[in-house]
């Protein structure tokens, strides 16, 4: 049976068994709109975790502050709580890379997903023998863990996601890409505060101690979920055509080198920006919301983390808005786009912060500085996992995406350090400690846009497979033997 036939595309998938086709486009394959889109959500969704586990620890530390007051603000766990996430998040990006390339994009998928399930639910009772350090510091450890399973949300899932949407309709890809994984990040950012805020609500400001774990608990919902859609998943068309078992490293590292540079740049900018605003935007609410210089005025913890909510709602609109830029634009242009404007309104930001940084405009704060965080959605959070899925060959895009994700968590990691640096280096003045942070952010945006321009690839619809021939051809050309590639599947049925 030749390999393009009709009678080979009738008999693709049938309940008995597989065939393979080598040389058909995968968007030609005879399957339905819901057999293409399902593994594309399947596999990407579960970032919604990440969103709602890295926003939520930002509500759950304002609420411990609350409750021990200078025990925990003074203690390193505050900052740990939060950064220790980050290096779990990195060790699990690193490794579930390789483990997707060599092994499987589906078992890495389930073993990530069953992590997060584990080790949400043990953050939620972390217990520590009763005292404030041994708590803090359990809940350290479970959130390291926790922090692998979201890192192999990375290179598993978003790697697969991106795989599948080679199966749809041209001019479409980009934007269910974004749909399935950073639409689903920014609407956890949301739940990540929303839920403590209902929380709070509902057991009221006297029973505090069960806010904070209940919202951490509720961490647990979403990923068995996504664990029983996983379990029905297939491998991507493309990781069957080009998977492989051995890696010549050296050949990988010259073709990819200054591409995979490019992207973790980037990537490292605009996660040590956004994580950083999203952990402290609660912190800058209560500056404004609590002036220190009228100690005696308070707002109800409920409040401040409902301006939180607003504030990260702005996300899912830059990111609903960018999606369809990401394909009319091209990848590549519509980050540029949004970075430069975000980069304008944070300078913009800096100029009337006065203005802003009282009670009574706390409205325009939070309206200009969502406007700010829209901007990078429809930038670099729409894009950058966009740009690193495609831009590299599939048979090494679970490393390559992973290394490169890695750096985006590493700025995440470096910001939460910087960002208190920048805050202090306002002085006493409460509105110099907001103009710096915005005054550093918006240089870097401009940095991020210059970067992008000059050395990424213009990224078009049809990359992947693109990518995937040339690479093919780069190895052959260097003697590499790549008649082993392909899953053993694929290699005997085609």
Known sequence: MEKNSPSALEDYQNDDRRVYVDDVPVAELPKSFWARIFPVFACGAGLFSDGYLQSVIGSCTTILAQIYGSRFTD??????LTALTFVGTIVGQISFGFLSDYWSRKKSLLVSTTFMIVFAALSAGAYGGGSLNGMTSALTAYRVLVGIGIGGEYPSGSVAASEATAELKSGTRNRWFIFATNFQLDIGFVAGTLVPMIVVLATTENHLRAAWRISL??????????????SKLKEPEEYNRAKMTKFPYGLILRYYWFRLLTVSIIWFIYDMLTYSFSIFSTQWLNLILNPSDDPSVTTPLWITLGWGTVINMFYVPGSAIGAPLSDWLGPKYCLILGVTLQGTIGFIMTGIYKYLDTKAHVAGFVVIYGIFL???????????????SKTSSTSVRGQYYGIAAAFGK??????????PHLIADGGSSVIKQGQVPFYFSAGMCYLSAIIAFACLPNITQNFIEEEDGKFKAYLEEKGFDTSTMGTKEYRENI
């Open 374 to 388: 829209a901007l990078g959605e429809v930038g670099p959070g729409n894009n950058i996992g966009l740009v690193a």
């Open 217 to 230: 608990g509720i961490a647990v919902v979403i990923p068995v979920v996504m664990l029983i859609m996983r």
């Open 410 to 419: 590493l700025g995440g990691f470096v910001g939460n350090y910087i960002f």
């Open 75 to 80: 203690s390193p766990a505050r900052t740990n």
